[in-house]
């Protein structure tokens, strides 16, 4: 029997139990009691199916250039079975200021999907990023958040920098006085060195200049705070002063922590305090930064007296057992680390209520509930759910002013249940989680042929998993293999698949440490519990259970899918007009009816990677005259910014970030050096023909310009803004309001389709002011008029995305440029020989210039790039015959298999070869059998 079918099957034995008991005392049960409500939850529950995402990767951190390695599995959060809802997976990459760099779709077969993100260094520069799967379905509950994981892309390495920072506050005058230690890799000082510094708090400037380390590497700086940032990081940008093009840059979180803006939240159990009720109240201490704090305090009446006294337990939290009297108040004194005490509101006391407590010993069958009301007798409904399965319910009357039941946990799954307290006309009163352990994950057993290995050696693993009863499971998995000398693995610190689908996936807010509370120990046990009913709470929507249920806003994507409406002039629906689909690559022709409300749809589409295609419609004289095509665009969802920004390889660093990112530097100038010496890898170049745009107004004889973006180099940059791409592609091209677009100090003509973005823009006189601009770096306060067709142009520019257009060329030299001064320029008082304006000739796919970009009666689609499964993880195979003498093989990822499944035995082999570098390598598997379970093992194999 599976673990679905047993939950089902207690849900109605404690259904049956309850009635029986109730039907002892209750005359006076509302009509339609807890049958109806169990019936609503499980109803609800069907009706939203929602769905739960987990993404493996091989690391947890990157350098530029690198490719991230990953394996989806999404979900029925209830049965933890393979999704029967969609059949797509969105994917996005955002930089520190949430600016998508990377979105695409990934189709998945039962809820499972693997691919690689190759990281262009021109679109993810060293820094922060944070990756965000979800599926269009799970966009209709905001209580089911995205799958979120954030990742450093770590900095090439040639003459890198090794910083310390130390931070010393003054809270007396809300500054700071930051230290910094420069070295390089070969631990000397960072001499007498040039550079920028920038201190700011939620985008806020703080301080920074232009400083110079002393002959030993150190420098120091003092900077003011703002009175209050709670959540918010201090970030320290440091920037290379110097000439070089590509210059040094680091960008770290500082450790800005002041006790006085420490914010500390009181959460009474079940939701309420009650006056003569003794209660339990959770607390959780947070830093200015978002990270936790330690505290102790007091519980303080208002005549001074100490009630009771409390500290954190775990993570900034802690709780404590407490009564308030009628008539009292209170405050709660904290005492935080460095002497300082502080004061703050406790929630406020009921006069009248009910208090909700739930114990929940680790090694007991049942929960022990108690309902504590500030009145005697009263009817009220304790109500069940396990992972959102209805999975109990009883009926209670208190004879007293309280009572206590036992719940039986073999009725919940293996998760997080919400036990929840209704009076008698279905209002919920309080509620609480807890966590239930069935101790049900799958078993996974790693045997190695070897108990060591030498470098170059050849590794078989052999994989056997099983259920709870020791039989064999039939999965799919997938299975990562990391030098531990290069790539920190932590699970308690970055969670797993188990954290994920059953602690983090039902908790809001970021937890630190997810991988502490399924440690098998007493002291994580209570830990869990404590972060249930602190940081868990949320209130449950009762009201809207007993409702009709709305129309989703967002339905579930089973397929990729193109579709629209047919209206005319007048807006109305088109029935019955015909609607045809092109797209070039590959070749594919459809075409179809709209229905009675003018809708068309095209769906079974072979495998195809980026779908652009041209849609075309006419009337029903076959015209495409007032007749118009409007696509249906789902607007990508806006995500809170986050906040944390990660630690560089290269600031406060740790021996093993240092390693991998040396690692990479060597090898990439033994793969150069081959390159550039003979060596074999120089009869595997190919070299293509000159880029060029098809369809190109480019006035100069073979097209000549400095720089050519094809539509290869727009179809990777997908829906990104125009402005942002050129600026992300085009070399040194920069925009401010005031000077506008330039590229090496040359303001830049834009040219669409051969027509001039600022004809009849700028009289004589402006054109004087903008020839002047090129020898001065800012407007006078006469030239506000200039500044505003700055940002006109911008927005025009800023109207398109990449997947608009099909190439791009950039004339900056006096050679490629002559043509087009004479022609857009004539007379305009330039001194071209010294240097004139820059031209950017842009071809549009609807070849219609810079203000249409569509035809009557035709409508372009541009979908996200489709990222279907692929597994081409180069694995290098060694023999003893082979000449050792090629490059040193330094891999931080050893072996990725994404999709490892195991047969009807539960068992499943691999191989693969180690590398030059000796030490501890870490397996890390991961997997489900897509029915209900899910498992994780960690283990490590050495190479001598």
Request: with cysteine; charged share 20%; glycine share 8%.
């Amino acid at each position: 029997m599976t673990n679905k079918a047993k939950f089902c099957l207690a849900l109605s034995v404690v259904i049956i139990i309850s009635f029986k008991v109730f039907k002892s005392a209750a005359q006076t049960a509302p009509t339609g009691g807890i049958d109806n409500v169990l019936s609503a939850v499980a109803n609800r529950q069907i009706a939203e199916a929602k769905e739960s995402v987990y993404l493996q990767f091989d690391k947890p951190y990157y350098s530029a250039g690198d490719t991230i390695w990953y394996k989806a599995y999404v979900f029925d959060a209830a049965s933890l079975g393979s999704t029967t809802k969609s059949g797509l997976l969105h994917i996005n990459i955002s930089n520190e200021k949430g600016e998508i760099v990377k979105n695409f779709v990934l189709p998945l077969i039962i809820g499972l999907g693997w691919g690689n993100i190759p990281l262009d260094e021109h679109l993810m520069p060293p820094g922060t990023y944070t990756i965000r799967a979800y599926t269009n379905w799970m966009r209709n509950y905001s209580d089911e958040p995205a799958f979120t994981q954030t990742f450093y892309i770590n900095g090439k390495t040639d003459n890198a920098w090794l910083v310390k920072a130390v931070v010393a506050i003054n809270g007396k005058k809300d500054s700071a006085a930051l230290n910094l230690s420069f070295n390089n890799l070969n631990a000397e000082p960072v001499r007498v060195q040039s550079m920028r510094l920038r201190i700011s708090s939620g985008g806020k400037y703080l301080a920074g200049g232009k400083v110079q380390t002393r002959v030993d590497g150190l420098l120091g700086i003092s900077f003011p705070l703002p009175i209050k940032a709670i959540g918010k990081q201090v970030l320290l940008s440091i920037t290379e002063d110097s000439k070089e093009i590509t210059k040094q840059q680091i960008i770290m979180p500082l450790a800005v922590n002041r006790a006085a803006n420490t914010d500390v939240q009181f959460m009474p159990e079940g939701g309420n305090l009650v006056e003569g009720i003794n209660g339990n109240i959770g607390f959780k201490a947070t830093g200015e930064d978002g990270s936790s704090v330690p505290v102790s305090g007091e519980i303080i009446d208002r005549s001074g007296a100490v009630i009771t006294t409390f500290k954190t337990r775990f993570n900034g939290m802690g709780n404590f057992q407490f009564k308030p009297l009628p008539g009292e108040t209170y405050t709660a004194s904290i005492n935080f680390p460095g002497g300082l005490k502080k004061s703050y509101p406790i929630p406020d006391v009921k006069p009248l209520g009910t208090v909700f407590n739930v114990v929940n010993p680790k090694d007991t069958v049942a929960l022990l509930a108690t309902i504590n009301a500030s009145s005697q007798g009263g009817i009220y409904y304790i109500i069940g759910q396990g992972r959102g399965l209805a999975s109990y319910g009883a009926i209670i009357r208190l004879t007293g002013k309280d009572r206590t039941i036992k719940i039986p946990k073999n009725i919940f799954p293996t998760g997080i249940a919400r036990i929840s307290l209704l009076d008698q006309n279905r209002k919920l009163l309080n509620e609480r989680l807890v966590y239930i352990d069935h101790q049900d994950r799958l078993k996974i057993n790693v045997t190695t042929n070897k108990q060591t290995y030498g470098k170059r050696d050849s590794v078989a693993l052999q994989f056997n998993v099983t259920d709870e009863a020791n039989n064999p499971v039939k999965g799919s998995f997938s299975v990562a293999v990391t030098d531990n000398g290069q790539v920190k693995t932590d699970s308690i610190s970055q969670g797993n698949i188990i954290t994920r689908m059953l602690i983090t996936a039902g908790v809001k807010g970021d937890i630190e440490t997810p991988g502490h509370y399924l440690q098998q120990t007493p002291e994580a046990w209570a830990d869990l519990d404590l972060l249930l009913y602190t940081q868990g709470w949320t209130a449950y929507d009762w009201d809207g259970l007993f409702t009709p249920a709305k129309e989703p806003k967002f339905k579930a994507e089973t397929q990729f899918e193109v579709s629209g409406k047919v209206t005319n002039v007048f807006g109305k629906a088109v029935a019955g007009t015909r609607v045809s689909l092109f797209g070039p690559r590959p070749l594919i022709f459809k075409d179809t009816l709209t229905d009675a409300k003018g809708r068309f749809t095209f769906s079974n589409f072979p495998r195809i990677d980026t779908p652009i295609f041209n849609i075309r419609t006419v009337n029903k004289n076959g015209k495409a005259f007032n007749v118009g095509v409007e696509m249906d665009v789902t607007p990508p969802p806006v995500f809170a910014q986050t906040q944390r920004v990660l630690m560089p390889w290269n600031a406060n660093s740790d021996t093993v970030m240092i390693n991998s990112a040396v690692n990479k530097k060597l090898t990439d100038k033994e793969e150069m050096a081959l390159l550039t010496n003979g060596g074999k890898m120089l009869n595997e170049v190919k070299i293509k023909g000159v880029k060029s745009v098809k369809g190109s107004h480019n006035l100069n004889p073979l097209n000549g310009a400095e720089q050519v973006l094809d539509e290869n180099d727009m179809i990777k940059a997908g829906n990104m803004s125009l402005v942002k791409f050129l600026q992300t592609k085009i070399n040194s091209l920069t925009y401010d309001p005031f000077r506008g677009f330039r590229i090496h100090n040359k303001r830049v003509h834009f040219i669409f389709d051969g027509i001039n973005l600022e004809d009849g823009l700028y009289d004589t006189e402006q054109k004087k002011i903008l020839a002047q601009l090129d020898q001065q770096f800012l407007l006078s306060e006469n030239d506000s008029k200039i500044q505003q067709q700055n940002i006109y142009i911008e927005s025009l520019i800023d109207a398109f995305t990449a997947e608009d257009i099909v190439g791009v060329e950039v004339m900056t030299s006096m050679k490629n440029s002559m043509l087009y001064n004479s022609k857009y320029n004539p007379g305009d008082p330039v001194d071209y020989v010294r240097g004139g304006p820059a031209y950017v000739e842009i071809t549009t796919r609807g070849k219609r210039g810079p203000y249409n970009k569509v035809s009557i009666g035709m409508a372009l689609f541009r979908g996200a790039p489709l990222a279907w499964p692929r597994q081409h993880f180069y694995s290098p195979k060694y023999f003893k015959k082979q000449n050792m003498a090629t490059t040193t093989d330094r891999r931080s990822t050893i072996f990725w298999e994404p999709n490892l499944v195991t047969g009807p035995d539960g068992k499943a082999t691999l191989s693969f070869y180690t590398s030059d570098i000796a030490g501890i390598y870490t397996i890390v598997m991961e997997g489900a059998d897509m029915s209900g379970s899910i498992g994780t093992i960690t283990q490590t194999l050495k190479v001598n």
